[in-house]
């Protein structure tokens, strides 16, 4: 067997700790399916003490508080970044695809947010960025859109891609919990952050979202670009209307190409219960595929973890270990992925979407309020295709809509008009179905 | 953009025309993909007549009936082989191989009973065989195990991996309608070929379940030592009476590292409601993976068709073109992916397997019948779960059985003394239940 590839670490927290003990622990088997044994030579971490369980110092592993250290070790091949955030992860990553270093990344904000900058510069060094941990976790997505229906136009993907918010939905459905209640338990069981910003509010899913859609589309990186909605306005009656009316309600990432161009858009959304995606429930994540010849395909999994996670950043560094040990002399998956007419693609802005919508109005349960409503949605062009109202005795009672396609523009105008009536007494609710279904 | 790879086509049938139509009409943006154009220039068909309006003669594509000629041709550096078949298939892959070309075969029956050889031959040469399409058409399962889920040891795989098995299971599950019935619809709507044998007697999905567990445990294939069961023995009453105790009834491939060795078994099996795999109808394939680190994952998609399956030849295709881009000095997956302890693991008689088993037996409705059966049952050290035994004034009845885990010889044993009970008025319906759940 070859002489061992040669590794370094950057950060030691769950994922960088899940890697380092799966490199570790898995080391024989690694070493059958990369073609040669890897190995770590240099760890950088914030608190070495604490880490000397891990790295124990009887491994020959070099521990220490500076990843540049590592990122200009000579012997370091490949520099597994584990630190997130954006600074100093940038340059760590930056420096080590100048020095010719491969790298791996499990940093969603850092590729979502600035990965066009660094793949230029790994391009520019003839080397390579590899992030498949950066989406879904255990779910191999980047390489299955990438290589495994590289055959295919990508018509659009959709996902579940946040486990902490799909968590929050599966148990306020199933309980008829608020989304208040469900979150403090999230936080208690350790699924949801001490704050859980970023997953409620979809930056975390639109960082994956981005990342996907421009593997499957080839295109830019357009985190701006992309329309992102969160969970904390759906109340346990959303829930409980859409199943009556035979959805489920998840909060999905959508990447879609259409005549117009591309639509990147993360809100929550009703999906048919007979599609198998309304039926993935807890923190899983599950991203479905629409390619133009191999039709309509999912891929479900932890969507995070230490070991899930551990287990994308290992299998891009077993990539690279294969790539070094067939002797190619440029890489094998280019880094700037993006060129020629599809780059050029504009994502749509979401006024123009069309969707058809869920509409929650609460209104004074008064003579005619049902009249009023339709007329203002008539005068918006929107028309219904199903109606819930529920006799309740005086005060104030939900009317839920089902409405055609109508686009977002329209959609926000009727919202505003239909908020000014007297008869309405409470925030809209509105949640867009999926633009695609369960036989596409 | 460097010189196009130069592609021949053997076979012209459903998958080779598919491919063949793929890689013209989708040229753009497979090249992009590729970072290099793929360019057909040679093509072998039984009927070249029948073939000229897909090869046109202003393509610039040879065409004719001899793969011996694609097979020798300089100028071809990739072999797509889509013959079917062993002969002359397996001479074309060998000398294809020992030419030193890369070869693509979408040829289940020819992996799983000759692929030892080939792969052998392949390896000699310095070369690359390929078969991402031998398993579940469109999904890419062989390369998620492979490096997807690289840096794993997978502990279990199991699988709907027939599509026309288990729209049948799907039909009658629905309508309560019996397998011949259904078969017939199936052969109709072409979902079952005249000849259903391999699909119906489970050889189908042991040739693709030989296949993965290959790849996933680095061991050689072993066709001849899965144990493999069709579907034509069960009746309707059986997906009833299953859905009642909680399963479903799905035909897997199961295949499993325990202690004793590797499990290689396909046979219909009961499997939990509570499981998304359980919800996977009508002709598409599923596959679950469980890795130590990554946990359980799910991959499901249309598991045949011929532009599925296309698509997986021409990533396969695509993955060549990549490795020959960079420059690669050898194969980035070495043709032999097994050596080593792992490779000489055995493969476990079923007699020595455990399963929780469901059994359906058909008795006369008199006095003491359930004693006799369960004193039967008691010798044999099997003890009961479940009963489901329905009032049904005079005549046969049903009793069906759900028994805690017990080896498949004991049951054997068990079953062939039922058998000779006086009581027993027809044949014995056993159906082994998923030797794991949900959560797992």
């Known amino acids: 067997m070859q002489a061992p590839v040669k590794v370094g670490i950057c950060g030691l927290g769950t994922v960088g700790g899940g890697s380092l003990r799966l490199l570790l622990g898995n080391a024989d088997e690694i070493a059958r399916r990369a073609g040669l044994p890897v190995e770590v030579v240099r760890v950088a971490t914030r608190r070495p003490k604490a880490a ?40 760590v990553v930056g420096q080590a695809l100048a020095n010719g270093k491969q790298v791996v990344t499990a940093n969603k904000a850092l590729i979502a947010e600035r990965g066009d900058e660094l793949f230029e510069i790994a391009e520019r060094h003839g080397t390579t960025l590899a992030y498949e941990s950066s989406v879904a976790g255990g ?68 960082h994956k979202l981005t990342i996907m859609a421009s593997i499957a589309f080839g ?69 479905v595929v629409k390619g133009h010849a191999v039709g309509t395909t999912m891929y479900q999994g932890p969507g995070a973890g230490s070991d899930a996670t551990a287990s994308a950043v290992v299998a891009d560094v077993i990539d690279i270990a294969r790539q070094l040990r067939a002797g190619a002399a440029q890489p094998l998956v280019p880094a700037l992925h993006y060129h020629g007419a599809a780059s050029k693609l504009p994502v749509v802005s979401i006024d123009g979407i069309e969707s058809e ?44 809509l089902l409405t055609h396609a109508v686009p977002d523009g329209n959609m926000n105008a009727a919202i505003a008009e239909l908020g000014s009536l007297p008869d309405v007494v409470g925030p809209i609710g509105r949640i867009r179905v999926a633009p695609f279904s369960a036989g596409e």
């Not at 891990?54 to 970044?81: H, K, M, Y």
């Not at 489920?248 to 995606?277: D, F, M, Q, Y």
């Open 52 to 91: 000397k369980e891990t790295v124990r110092t009887d491994s020959g592993i070099a521990l220490g508080d500076d990843p540049f250290a590592v990122v200009n070790d000579d012997d370091v091949q490949v520099v597994v970044e584990t630190m997130g955030g954006f600074e100093p992860a940038f340059e």
């Open 139 to 206: 779910i191999p997505i980047i390489k299955t859109m990438r290589e495994g229906l590289a055959a295919n136009r990508i018509e659009w993907l959709a996902g579940i891609i946040n486990g902490t918010g799909n968590f929050i939905l599966s148990e306020m459905a199933a309980g008829g919990r608020s989304f208040e209640d469900v979150l403090t338990e999230a936080q208690e069981l350790g699924y949801a952050e001490a704050d859980p910003s970023f997953d409620v509010d979809g930056t975390d899913a639109a």
């Open 219 to 287: 295109i830019p990186l357009q985190f701006a670009a992309t329309y992102t909605e969160g969970i904390s306005a759906l109340v346990p009656e959303d829930l409980a209307y859409a199943e009556e009316l035979g959805y489920r309600i998840k909060h999905l990432g959508i990447a879609r190409h259409t005549g117009k161009g591309i639509e990147l858009r993360v809100h929550p959304t009703l999906i048919s219960k007979r599609w198998l995606l309304s039926e993935v429930a807890g923190v899983d994540n599950a991203i």
């Open 357 to 400: 919508c869920y509409l929650r109005i609460p209104v004074l349960d008064r003579m005619g309020v049902m009249a009023r409503i339709t007329r203002v949605l008539e005068q918006h062009a929107i028309s219904i295709e199903a109606v819930i109202q529920k006799e309740v005795h005086g005060g104030s009672i939900p009317i839920v």
